[in-house]
């Protein structure tokens, strides 16, 4: 059983590497299909994964995190290759990150409200910070990968994050009573994934 009164500690950086070059090694050799990029993702980022589909799961919203696992998976295949031809480059996703680190940042600081049900709600001004974040990382996507993709590829960002940007659906995992434990990995895994520096 977690300990609500400790927060998860701050993890010191991996020393295996950027997960982009982990992730892209592992790519270089395949054929970059979402089967494969599921496979060939870094450990970090599949414990993130996860812990959302668990959340998700316990919050009997298993649709939510099947839709975000299956369209990233799709998008990280597209990017490498992008990549590979050189028609985008890691600084370009870099912009996006520091918006996605920042979110990741505020939910790991409002764990601290988890089990104070009228702390969550009056921190709704910070929930709605971490949506806006996170609807800066779709723009920045988008536009990205607009001059590459077709329609229904752009797509997959849209239903990423109408997943994950959803206050109600955020708000409502913060103020669920039975999940202590798996916010606390959760929350734990978000704070690993800030750790990174890419360069």
């Known amino acids: 059983m977690a300990d ?3 927060k998860p500690p701050t993890p010191t ?18 054929a970059a299909g979402s089967k ?8 970090e980022a599949k414990q993130l994964l996860k812990w959302l589909r668990i959340i998700c799961e316990r919050t009997n919203q298993p649709k939510r995190s099947e839709i975000v696992e299956k369209n990233l998976f799709k998008l990280v295949a597209k990017a490498m290759v992008l ?11 870099l912009v996006a990150d520091d918006s996605l680190r920042k979110s990741f940042d505020l939910l790991y600081d409002l764990y601290d409200y988890y089990g104070h049900p009228e702390k969550v709600k009056n921190a709704r001004p910070k929930f709605e910070r971490i949506v806006a974040l996170l609807r800066e990382v779709e723009s920045i996507l988008d536009g990205i990968f ?5 329609p229904k590829s752009m797509g997959r960002i849209k239903s990423i994050f109408d997943s994950l ?3 109600d659906w955020i708000m409502g995992v913060y ?3 039975d999940i202590n434990d798996e916010l606390f990995e959760l929350v734990n895994a978000l704070s690993k994934y800030t750790q990174f520096h890419y360069n």
Request: hydrophobic share 35%; net charge positive.
């Open 4 to 6: 609500k009164s400790a």
């Open 13 to 30: 950086a991996p020393s295996k590497g950027n997960v982009y070059l982990r992730t892209k090694k592992n790519l270089a050799t395949k």
């Open 36 to 43: 494969l990029v599921k496979k060939a993702l870094p450990d």
């Open 83 to 93: 990549s590979d031809e050189k028609l985008v480059t890691l600084n370009e996703f």
């Open 146 to 150: 607009r001059p590459h993709l077709q």
């Open 165 to 167: 940007a959803d206050i």
């Open 175 to 177: 103020l669920c009573p």
